[in-house]
Nanobody, 119 residues
Framework: VQLQASGGGLVQAGGSLRLSCAGAGRPLNNYVMGWFRQAPGKEREFVANSSPSGGRTRYADSVKGRFIISRDHAKNTVDLQMNRLKPEETAVYYC?????????????WGQGTLVTVSS
């Protein structure tokens, strides 16, 4: 499966942004789908993921209550709605796909989309 992340940009602190991850080659409902981020000078960290059906989701403690991961099976996309953004959340955001049998190993990664949160 090929993944293409989009939707990044510049937003003020407290604002919202919606990222989208489009899949090509295979339906994304075959995979656990995750969002990760990597801030400058820091290691990549987990943000959120969704079970193949979308029925179960998991979030990093730092984003609970502010971010929402969702799927559109018809469009073959997985979105990340980000609300009340903070400057420290400036990072490149990546979507990734994991075969359920190999989870939590993510084998497929998108190219990343840059989110910049200004203070």
């Amino acid at each position: 499966v090929q993944l293409q992340a989009s939707g990044g940009g510049l937003v003020q602190a407290g604002g919202s942004l919606r990222l989208s991850c489009a899949g090509a080659g295979r339906p994304l409902n075959n995979y656990v789908m995750g969002w990760f981020r990597q801030a400058p000078g820091k290691e990549r960290e987990f943000v959120a993921n969704s079970s193949p059906s979308g029925g179960r989701t998991r979030y990093a403690d730092s984003v609970k209550g502010r971010f929402i991961i969702s799927r559109d099976h018809a469009k073959n996309t997985v979105d990340l709605q980000m609300n009340r953004l903070k400057p420290e959340e400036t990072a490149v955001y990546y979507c990734a796909a994991a075969e359920p049998s190999r989870y939590p190993e993510y084998d497929y990664w998108g190219q990343g989309t840059l989110v910049t949160v200004s203070s």
